[in-house]
């Protein structure tokens, strides 16, 4: 096709598309037309340029389009369905309607789009995460980010551009739909930025065109085919471009027409008016279950787990993790899925080193830039790339919650482990002390959590997770621990021990009352129990390390003794205690729950000073349960 | 003084604050010497030359220095013990010791502290905060940031750098304490960075200085005097700096000396080694309950809450707050208290349009800048201004989790009221739903949670809290919802109504069971329960605005029925129905709980579609609680 048949073409494509955009949103009586408008020219053209398949949408070097302002969706609905991917009628009509996949931010369940996104500023890490997998697998393609000039003012986004600019991701782009319109009016009087100087102040060429004008749109994205440096593209642009009523006005970043404000918008575009239509199909749309299940994006492999490694001195499960990682590396270094640790700032902390020495080109330092780096990792997680982030139990969860939240949503197969969780973070204090993790990750749905007891579990689980699809989260302390022994004086935890995803571990026997501890707590829970068999009275403990997804079998074996203790160096008012309840409560079993865990933000101190503080060395814990047994008797 | 004599002391007061430093990370084991030996002549430089006053730390016209990277605590608290604030041999033998407030992060609990940090990035936003109070308060001070250089590579910063240039605070000076090294090495290899620019493309000046030159220091602080633009001052300076072995070397960021290191530098240094005196008295330190009390903290005022507003028509929450806004802002124009509220971009949807009519200097748009914005407000918040943030659920709890956790350990004095909570946020999708919202406050101690069942109690509620200190949560969702009335058909919150934090109210008796609902389903609960009751089934009707704080008499009078049901469009494994479940084993009582609640991330499409799909509609419930009746029976 030569270039003027092309320009035809998008002018044609581009009446349809705004023409769908303004009846997809009148008919659901919501959604943000005025960026749908002024973006619809680039989407178009890029669609026109990229390298993809709308017959094989998985196509591995396809071109990704990831777009950041995922409120535009009726605009990229409208562009995926005018390239192959979906039926018009069928985009127009289900829009924003329950059970339908074309939702209100769009979403990966929709053919065609790369990344879930809605909140804004995280597309361009998600972009970087992309450009950053064509390296790592050795699959040459371009990706592009389609951002928002508004969220521009979101932090993270610099945080992705000095990712991008030290990792010479070249095969970035990122476009800026300039409409200088957001929900609360013009952009430099809601927020005064020069954005193009902020992009270029850390490192990156920017281009500014118009971002109506094909021919100039086309020629820039020519220029960046196999460049030498991250480009971003300023494209100019007039929000609700195409109907004069509409353009500049910032009401229609989201609010839709009228029905009366449709038919003349649809007037000025020469288009007939099929809302009655339209309004049949919705009514007639009945949802079926053809929603992509999870499967279609578990990540699959064949990576080897190795030897298990046994640990027969106190160690530290930051060690027992950090040696597992670069074993599994050393051993999977020829397997077709590579494995990727990324670190902000703080490998000597989460024991990395060895790993990166194994496979230092699988070994991501993504510096202080924890919102970047979570989103990043979640995306590599999703292009066949085994992806573990290390970090610090605050800096990786309470810190990027809602990245978190988002990579859940994105069904990515990331792996975060986490040292310095509880309050066994040395002497760092109350800011650094996640007391939060189990209360934080239950509220994900994807998300499993694992919290190991001692370092031959925690070699055993990274060995497992090797080759396991979705989101998991690994939490330990800073500190050496026992390993815990069997009544025989051999290692638990030992050789044949097989790591089971919510199979708790009855760790000693009694009847008098279960104990169930998660977290570094287990050591002075065990020494309580220990010696409280030497007075003669027999607990049963249990370690819990998988607390959400504690099964009824392991419930009714501690109910069954009349009185349970939970144990954790958790939030007492949303971690295994309040878990335990909950599930008590939905199995229909009935027993009195002691808990016993942190009621106030933590001081800075020693772990063993902090647990003494709190209750929960093991002299203190050991008397609670003498006194609640005379209680109870 | 003339300028000589005054440096003159500031060498004496060196040699002893870097003896300090090193005595106390040594004698602690741990500790971050390094940066705090870069940074110390600027802070002693800085407290020669502010405004302050160590015999009344809580001037009112004091200049307030926060410090950024909180891990350089040896050096704060070294330059606070010489500036008069503090016991130097205390802080030195009580450093990072359990039970003492010489944490190792900054606190609030020291005198002279002005803002807690340790998480990296969110000192500036707290300096614009305070920055902006002295304008608010027209009580005239100045703000110096102390920051980090690794730190530089957070978003945040950049959205604070924005923020503080719309608002020309000009009284806001930061220094960043320019080393070039962070935990993993030289900063230029862990992530490139050109700092200078990133600040200038923010129309930030900046200065570069010897920051170990006190001449220099000083004469460049004279300039900060009435500037009328932000100043950043980029000091130059050598981690390590004044112990040759130590200088220019990454890895006493994080490392203390050992006692023969310590010896080696104190020597240098020319200082006596009294380490075995400080061991004594560490040991020999009694943790006293010393500590400030919350009140310290808390907000003094005397707001007036105005007259009750009679709702009669369904209406949603959200105009309800808006209105209630507007009018206690009226009412309480001359109060010495201001009320401020602050607003990320969704002032049209969050309805603060009125209150800004009211008090158009009062209003602060932060733009979309959540995290800016989140500790921005706390820390307003703790300069005597009622401070309200406005903003969607998963933008001020989700997107900004960790800086609200900080706010928290800060003792704020912040309201977060969070429109499009639960399920009914619009058709936007599941990015938008906050559906984890109890789930997340539970894990903060100090936060309160209010969630209004209608606008009559919306109205209560906002004027109930005009005039309280501390940290609180209101959520509502988007749509119009229905007066909730008695049986006699008149309002339940009527004009006699008071709000009582934690009180649940009893909207209809009956003994079958319970049902306890909370949030924007209670519409289709009581429906639900009304029908049953024309059916001859009667049921207790206990509405829950306060699922953070039930007291046992309530649930007492759940229990005496035998069966609970738990009704809220939150997860359902961290809502409403896992706390009951939590409350009851804490209280040691026993009864069946049934919980109905959201199961997984939603889809696109109206509330009333949403609730259908998910069993929350009013036909759902009443089959299901009917269907279980009959199990029990």
Redesign the interface.
Known sequence: MTDSELISRLQEQAIIARSAILTMTTL?G??HPGGSMSSIDLLLTLYQFIHHNPQNPDLPDRDRVVVSN?HISPAVYTALALNGYHNLDEVISQF?????I????I?RDVKGVEW??????QGLSAGAGFALASRINNIPYNVYVLMGD??Q???????AR??A??YQLNNLTAIVDYNEL???GNIHS?????IK??W????WKVIEIDGHNYQEILSTLQMTRDKDYPLMILAHTVMGKGVPFMENQAKYHGAALNEAQLEEALHYLGQSNRLEDYKMMRAEFK?VKQKPTKDKYALQCNLKSGNPMLYEKPTDNRSAWGNAIADLAEINKNNSTPIVVT?C?????VKTAAFEKVTPDRFF?????E??TAVLSGALSTCGIQTFWSDFG??GL??V??QQ??N??NHTNLKVVLTHTGLDV???????QCI?YI??V????GFHLIIPADPNQTDRLIRWLIDKPGNYVVTMGRSAVLIILKDDGTPFYDLNYAFDYGKCDILRKGDKATVMVTGTPIGNALKAVDTLKEEGINLQLIYVSCP?AINRDTLIQAVNTGLIFSIEDH?I??GL??????R???E?L?A??I?IGV???G????SN??Y??VGLDAESIKERIKQELINKD
Chains 1, 2 share one sequence.
């Open positions: 659901a919501s959604g995922g924003r309607l329950s059970g339908s074309y939702e209100g931010h979403e879930s996104t809605g909140n804004l500023g508004g969220e003012q979101k932090g993270q986004i610099s945080e000095r990712f600019i030290k957001q929900i609360s809601v927020m005064p930025q020069n100087a902020n270029e102040s850390d490192g949802p670190d700032d703080l490998q000597s902390s330092q993504g510096g202080i830039m919102h970047n605050v800096f309470d810190e919650y809602n939240r988002l859940d949503i040395g002497e760092d204090g109350k800011t650094h939060d209360g934080i239950r509220n994900w749905y959400l939030n008012h949303s205690g309040s878990i335990i309840a909950d008590l409560a939905e229909n009935s009195r729950l808990k009621k106030n933000y001081s800075s101190g020693t000073d902090l003494k503080a």
